[in-house]
């Protein structure tokens, strides 16, 4: 089937002129890999960082000689003309990177704009919804073929040369596919990490590293591994379960050598300037990062730093000596999962600190200003009281007290994820069916609707302000950068304007006619729209 499809194609690209097909390459593989990452929800209005995802997926068969290309649709302002003249030239596949919640649609639309060009072409979905629930994709989206769980880049090697092969995928773990009118599923969770060594990395398929970056810092951002899974096992999170059957450490570090020269090939090949570590956690050996500091400046190398994975039982370890060298190494961000002001939730979450220490760290934090502090938290989780809320709530307005350059991000909605320790409370709590379908969880959005119905109406209307208040509570605004231009101006307009009402509203819990809300919601939505085109 994979060859008959190609073929097709290639025929229809003949008006386009003469592109090598795989007869006139023989060392080629067959048809080209079409990559594509969808547009992101709200916050990919303002951070939009490298699709790593993508080139990790397609590293393995780029490394086999296979042709691809990357087209990101939130960078790409015609993704379908490009997508239409790429498929006019003959295409092996398309492969889309999806996270659970907005991009779904977004991955839903791509794929009947494939299908609706080149019927015979297969869509292949993976990352991280593929991995947590790869047959409410399957049952959900009639477009998609294919579905990629776990790891990506080995399977989608095989997977691409049982598509050239015409073979069905029967015997490649970690795929899920239709056949004869059921759904086949190979998917399981893996034993090991995926390494990739960064000189597979097929960055070149990239060709503007300029377009990506957040809130228009102009820095070129580079994201990178400095280690894999994580030791923990908060209950809301979706890593234990991917990490559950990894044979050994559940959390691996790499080596500084290997990071820094990982930094120093992006540095000098691509003009990175700032390095951030998506680690799922970065510090649970704080030895491992300073290794990798040492060796950043033992190397001259001028980056700045971001990681996107500390605890708050890290940072206690943490001392003023340790943090002065993370700030002179560069370091401008920490992201800490303080996540609730109440202790019963945090322990319910699996957190291993109590409000009080979260105060204590920030207070530490505090004494190291040049590192941005930036705060999560998570509301709506089962068995949570509206009292609760409320502690998270002083907790958010204690922590600007006492460190006022601290960052506090939105509270994320709780969802329920397949997997996760507090899927089956809220099973078992909310006794109602939990989202299942694809749309269920494309509408499940972290930064949306307050869980709509698992919570009651005065949860509802407490965790909307909470919500909104977020964006107001620090000085959040004062950091848009100039290069935002009128979006910048509007939203420290608006910051000035509306601040003292916010915090009026958020001390006193004064959550009624909450007009805020939907406001909200609907410029959230605009701004996602124009960002893009779908
Ligand atoms: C950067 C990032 C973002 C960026 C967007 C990505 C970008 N490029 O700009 C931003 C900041 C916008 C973002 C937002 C969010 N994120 Co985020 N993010 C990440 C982060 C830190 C790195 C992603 C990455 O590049 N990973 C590296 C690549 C190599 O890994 P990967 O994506 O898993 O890809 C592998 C496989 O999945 C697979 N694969 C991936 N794509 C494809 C495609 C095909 C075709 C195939 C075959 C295989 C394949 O192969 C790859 C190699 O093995 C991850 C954590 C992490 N360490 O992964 C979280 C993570 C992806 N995010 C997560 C979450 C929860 C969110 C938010 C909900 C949080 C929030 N409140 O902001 C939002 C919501 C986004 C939305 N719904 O719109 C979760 C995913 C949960 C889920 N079910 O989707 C993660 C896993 C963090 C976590 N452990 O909770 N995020
Ligand atoms: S929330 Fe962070 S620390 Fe907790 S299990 Fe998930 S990745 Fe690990």
């Keep these: 089937m994979g060859r008959k499809r190609r073929l097709e194609a290639t025929g229809s690209a003949k008006g386009y002129g003469a592109r090598m097909t795989f007869q006139d390459k023989p060392n080629k593989k067959p048809g080209r890999i079409v990559m594509i990452y969808p547009q992101q929800g709200f916050s990919g209005t303002y951070v939009k960082h490298m699709p790593l995802s993508l080139l990790y997926a397609v590293s393995e068969a780029v490394k086999a000689g296979y042709d691809a290309v990357i087209l990101d649709t939130r960078v790409a302002p015609d993704w379908k003309g490009d997508l239409r003249r790429l498929l006019a030239e003959g295409t092996l596949c398309v492969g889309i990177s999806v996270m659970s919640g907005a991009p779904i649609r977004h991955a839903v639309a791509i794929g009947r704009f494939v299908k609706s060009l080149a019927p015979d072409v297969p869509v292949v979905w993976g990352g991280p919804h593929a991995t947590f629930d790869p047959l409410s994709i399957l ?3 009639p477009n998609c073929d294919y579905v990629v769980s776990g790891y990506g880049a080995h399977t989608f090697h095989l997977l691409c040369d049982a598509l050239a092969a ?8 970690g795929v899920s596919w239709r056949e004869e009118g059921g759904i086949r599923s190979n998917a399981k969770p893996a034993k090991s990490f995926e390494h990739i060594d960064f000189r597979d990395i097929p960055y070149r398929l990239i060709s503007d590293y300029g377009v990506y970056g957040q809130l228009g810092q102009g820095r070129r951002i580079f994201s990178m591994y400095s280690a894999y899974g994580c030791p923990y096992r908060c209950s809301f999170c979706s890593s234990p379960a991917q990490y559950a059957e990894i044979d050994g450490k559940k959390w691996l570090a ?3 050598t290997e990071v820094v020269d990982h930094i120093e090939h992006v540095v000098k090949t691509y003009g990175a300037n700032y390095i951030y570590f998506i680690d799922d956690d970065s510090f649970p050996s704080l030895k491992h990062v300073e290794a990798v500091i040492d060796e950043i400046a033992a190397r001259s190398l001028a980056v700045k730093l971001g990681f ?8 206690l370890r943490m001392s003023d000596e340790f943090l002065d060298k993370l700030t002179r190494a560069g370091t401008d961000i920490l992201h800490i999962g303080a996540e609730s002001g109440s202790d019963r939730i945090l322990a319910l979450l699996r957190k291993d600190c109590t409000s009080e220490d979260i ?27 509206l009292d609760e809320l409320k502690a998270t709530r002083d907790l958010m307005l204690r922590l600007v007290e006492d460190h006022p ?10 969802r329920p994820l397949p997997g996760t320790e507090l899927y089956e409370l809220a099973t078992r709590e909310w006794k109602r069916p939990m989202p299942a379908s694809l749309a269920d969880w494309e509408n499940i959005e972290v930064e949306g609707s307050f869980s709509g119905a698992w919570q009651d109406r005065k949860k509802q209307s407490f965790g909307h302000l909470l919500l ?9 605004a004062a950091r848009v950068k100039p290069g935002l231009g009128w979006f910048g101006w509007l939203a420290k307009a608006i910051h000035f304007v509306y601040r003292p009402f916010a915090l009026f509203r958020l001390r006193h819990g004064f959550d009624a006619w909450l007009w805020e809300y939907p406001v909200y919601r609907l410029l959230s939505r605009l701004l996602s729209r124009f960002n893009t085109s779908a």
């Design 468 to 476: 909104i208040a977020s964006y107001f509570v620090d000085n959040k």
């Design 359 to 385: 105060l204590a760290c920030n207070r530490k934090l505090a004494r190291h200003a040049e590192i941005t502090a930036a705060y999560n938290f998570i509301m709506g989780v089962p068995t949570e009281t």
């Design 166 to 173: 015409q073979k069905s995928p029967s015997d490649i773990a």
């Design 405 to 414: 350059n601290c960052l506090v991000f939105p509270p994320n909605t709780f």
């Design 254 to 256: 790499l080596s500084a």
């Design 308 to 315: 996107r994975g500390a605890r708050i039982n890290e940072i």
């Design 139 to 141: 049952s959900g989206d």
